[in-house]
């Protein structure tokens, strides 16, 4: 049976195993370290300080200035009134928006009035007469096909 009290050793390796290691931390590195913090970041705050004050407060530098809020309406009541008041007066009255091209403006009430004595066509939309363009032209293809809704008796036909 193997004796378990004395030292393991790592016989692949050959090493036999070292002291335990110390419990205790050496203490000044440590402080060392913490205090040279404090100092860096003192001596920083008191360096942009000093900066600070001899930049920004020298007698070459010109006071920050205030400037007015803009003044965008003297009487928004008013604005607004006269804003609702065009606008009331565009639903309700009759005008040309394109007179060259024939284009008017009516009045709201009236426009729906009419859409209502339509009926349900009144929301069909228009019928548009359909273009063929002729054959050979760059609106369709250079084809001896038919015209669309006709149908051809044979294959010898289309040809």
């Known amino acids: 049976m193997p004796d378990t009290s004395s030292p393991v050793r790592d016989d692949v390796v050959g090493h036999a195993e070292g002291p335990p290691e110390a419990p205790d931390i050496r203490l000044k590195p440590v402080l060392l370290t913490g205090l040279f913090i404090v100092v860096f970041v003192a001596v920083t705050l008191v360096a942009l300080r000093v900066y600070r004050d001899t930049v920004i ?18 009487a ?72 669309p809704g006709t149908v051809a008796a044979s294959p010898e036909e289309v040809r």
């Open 57 to 74: 407060t020298s007698p070459n530098t010109e006071p920050a200035r205030t400037f007015a809020g803009p003044a965008l309406q003297r």
């Open 76 to 147: 928004p009541q008013a604005d607004l009134v006269r804003l609702l008041a065009d606008q009331r007066r565009r639903l309700e009255t009759y005008a040309w928006v394109d007179r060259a091209h024939g284009i008017a403006r009516m009045p709201v009430a009236e426009a729906m009035r009419r859409l209502a004595e339509r009926g349900a066509e009144a929301y069909a939309a228009p019928l548009q007469p359909e273009r063929v363009p002729p054959l050979g032209s760059r609106g369709s293809a250079a084809s001896p096909l038919p015209p």
